[in-house]
């Protein structure tokens, strides 16, 4: 996930602000997906700086800055048919509609450009912004102007408008343009959306007003007045007000509607004369758009049906295996380089030794339960992940020599027995400790950027600094200028170092003595205690005397053990990891020697004085009746409260609808306070 989120601010950066992409489309979309996937499978592994909460990149310099008034988001993605059944199921679910209730959707092509804000006030169009992170953009009013399809003025607006839509080019106009730069000897475009970003974010704007820009309007921001109660109904809106809206748009009523709708706009998508790179479904009813609200950067009630990625067959070289900080073995293919979808592709995971198998975490069949050779002719796939997978194996092609594949049973890094645990798929160095594989990945865990993050001290940096003996474990960080920065010679001889590097190294370590719980819970690399899971840790435990002491001493059916499983989001896997960490006596004596170099903060509640619930600790129970589990839980967690699974003495408040049972009767023996829906929304003041 480090890796991810490295790679996907990189290829931001190179998309938004450079308009010079790095990674195709469907690349970057693997990638994101990948990473999402991640978050769903380990939601505590969520990092502070995750993909998932960030759209695009921040404005390039040489515009002014814009901040949005309402923020620009991003749309989640679906990559098959099953999905938008899905999507509509998860809708229903979180509003508490049945399967059989009337809920419809608009379909629209997704337009691959980039998109733009539009404030209009009292009819004049008074700023142009691109997206720039979804927060703040860049302020190009004077490009925006130079093209046809925004109006200047519109009559009858709101006196509040802002329309937001995709600036785009035309394939026509993209060639055009391009023989245009290869005539005058410049530089041409990779591809028209490049062509259009590069062209509406020109410092000097008669430049745009050369390059032939169009634009579709498909959402709005602030508005003094609604457009509409439906999403439909908006569109049309906005064509009468004068923008362009797409011609395919189209209102469905169910997945199956939808699908149908999204096959029409493949099929017309060659001779559109424009580029899509799928279609977006969006909830019609309005009001229901606002109950359904916002994740961090996406909105619930709208999703990009993505079209497929591609496909390419290659030779299976090698098997590799790499070992990662938890002890993890993973097989990884190396392959015969192929192109897919526009980029080389010579590795792809292979995730564990039943995959490899054809078998799935259950024992479900996968490929037909073909089973992967080396030597192998193998089928690459890459949407929906970061490291492409292996979707087919041509069999008829198999090498007769071709042996199925064994895991190993050794770690390939130090030779310690690789033990598969029953119930996990992956098959686990217990080298821990003196497995050198593991010690790097664990060092490389602690100096990331949401751990210790010290300046001058990355990977690579450490890597070397283990391969040379000078870093053993994470405390050997802390003692390194005592031990080599004497005159700072020893380092200086290295190389890559000077006097200021080296100086600047050492200060940064020291100013990182003093930091916060969270941090040095999250930087030890527990297997299962992510970002997410530190931080609720930190917030529970308060200071590092207390974790640790509560680690040390948590065995299941103990106080302190229940007391860490009280902890919503805390489950028996993650307690066990914890408890077997800070109770292996060479790890807490590892841990020990960490802390003495260190000065922790305690980490302090939130300020609880806002909100009627803020800092309470509520459980829901029963059936809701005017919203569904998740939007309550979503909407209490909003003003501050702690949405727990389970009554306890720690309950504040209990919310129970009918059918509540034991959790309200333990309620009334512990004394907590309970509320029915109606109670707990004029307790929030939405009744
Ligand atoms: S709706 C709150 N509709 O796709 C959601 N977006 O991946 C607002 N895009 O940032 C977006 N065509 O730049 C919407 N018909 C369409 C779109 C569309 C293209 C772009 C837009 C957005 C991105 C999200």
Known sequence: MAHLATKLAEANIAYHTKDAPDLTDAEYDAFKRRNTELEALFPHLKRKDSPTDQVGAGPADGFTKVTHAVAMLSLSNVFDDEDVGEFDGRIRKYLGLSADAPLSYTAEPKIDGLSLS???????????????DGAVGENVTANARTIDDIPHKIADAPDILEVRGEVYMS????????????????????????????SLRQLDSDI???????????????????????????????????????????????????????????????????????????????????RLGFRSTTPRWATAHKFPAELAWTHLEAIDIQVGRTG??????????????????????LHNEDYIAGRDSKGAEIRGGKDIRVGDWVQVYRAGDVIPKVADVALAKRPSDAVPFTMAEVCPECGSAAIREPGDAVRRCTGGLICPAQAVEKLKHFVSRSAFDIDGLGAKQVEQFHTDGWIKEPADIFTLRARYGVGLQQLKNREGWGEKSAT??????????????HRVIFALGIRNVGEAAANLLALHYQSWAAFSKAMRDAAPGNAAWDDLISIDGVGAVMA????????????????????????????????????????KTVVFTGTLEKMSRAEAKARAEALGAKVSGSVSAKTDL??????????????????IEILDEDGWLALIGSS
């Open 328 to 349: 993890a073995l993973s097989p990884v293919a190396r392959l015969t380089p192929v192109t897919v979808g526009g980029v080389v592709v010579s590795n792809a995971t």
């Open 208 to 290: 745009t007003r050369a390059r032939p820009l169009r634009f579709f309007a498909y959402a709005w921001g602030a508005l003094s007045t609604p457009l509409s109660d439906t999403q439909i109904g908006a569109i049309e809106k906005l064509s009468a007000l004068g923008f362009q809206t797409n011609p395919l748009t189209r209102l469905c009523d169910s997945p199956a509607d939808m699908i149908t709708q999204y096959r029409v706009i493949e099929q017309k998508r060659a001779d559109l004369g424009y580029d899509i790179d799928g279609v977006v479904y969006k909830v019609n009813d309005l009001a229901l758009q606002s």
């Open 118 to 132: 539009l404030r209009y006030e009292q009819g004049q169009l008074v700023q142009a912004a691109t997206r720039g």
């Open 504 to 517: 600047n190294l050492f200060d940064a370590i020291d100013e990182r003595r003093k930091i916060p719980l």
């Open 171 to 198: 394939h026509s106009d993209f060639e055009a343009l391009n023989a245009r730069q290869t005539d005058a000897g410049d530089k041409t475009f990779a591809n028209p959306r490049n062509a259009a970003a590069g």
């Open 576 to 615: 066990q990891s914890l408890a077997t960490t800070f109770q292996q006596d060479a790890e807490w004596a590892s841990i020990e020697r960490l802390i003495a170099e260190l000065e922790i903060e305690d980490a302090v509640r939130p300020d609880t004085s806002h909100s009627p619930v803020a800092g």
């Open 654 to 671: 209990l919310v129970a609808g009918p059918g509540a049972g034991s959790k309200a009767k333990k309620a009334i023996e512990l004394g």
